[in-house]
């Protein structure tokens, strides 16, 4: 049979739309959603955690350094004229170390200086034995009978710097109204005789 016509496709050879044309397969484009939205849940989720996390307990705050020391009356000594030396034991029971950074006593007419000399650290758990030497400057200005006499102690820990007055006691009461006793009448200077009448 003969004849012009149109020409029918041969088999496979239909016309195909360009690549370009076909829209894209979506599961790719919901990969593309899906990561950065599992990214933020991770991190919400991390953020909950870090935020909810048991915290420790906070340690516990040091003490003063006038909680932690005891100052305690041991005995009296001789000494020079218008001197009066003592010893005391300083104890530091707990706590960081702590420093004796002054040794002083309230009366105007003494001074008063420690061995060792101050500064000085002493650790937890120890003692350590003070010498105290007072000397009497002026005996006007001292008491004749000394009620309640304290010694101030500057100390000084990791947490703060403290003067406390350190009351050592009735022994220490008595030790120092007869040690100041001593040295203010020895100082005096003795009175003149009356002359001798004569009689007549």
């Known amino acids: 049979m003969t004849g012009i016509g149109p020409l029918e496709p041969g088999e496979d050879t239909w016309a195909r739309e360009p690549a370009e044309a076909r829209p ?3 599961s790719g484009r919901r990969r593309t959603l899906l990561i ?6 991770a991190l919400a989720a991390g953020t909950t955690l870090w935020v909810t996390r048991p915290r420790p307990a906070p340690p516990p705050e040091l003490p003063f350094p006038a909680q932690t020391v005891t100052v305690t009356f041991l005995a009296g000594r001789p000494t020079a004229p218008r001197r009066l030396a003592f010893d005391v034991r300083l104890a530091v029971e707990s706590g960081p170390p702590v420093t004796v950074t002054r040794v002083s006593q309230p009366y105007a007419g003494m001074s008063a200086e420690s061995a060792p000399r101050a500064p000085f650290r002493t650790p937890p758990g120890s003692t350590r034995v003070i010498t105290v030497t007072m000397r009497v400057t002026e005996c006007g200005r001292v008491p004749k009978n000394a009620a309640l006499p304290f010694l101030e102690v500057t100390l000084r820990n990791a947490r703060a710097i403290q003067t406390q007055s350190f009351i050592l006691g009735p022994r220490y009461t008595r030790y120092l109204s007869h040690a100041l006793g001593e040295a203010c009448e020895e ?10 009448r004569l009689n007549s």
């Open 36 to 41: 950065p939205a599992i990214a933020c849940a």
């Open 187 to 196: 100082s005096a200077p003795s009175s003149p005789k009356p002359p001798r």
């Open 24 to 26: 894209a397969p979506r």
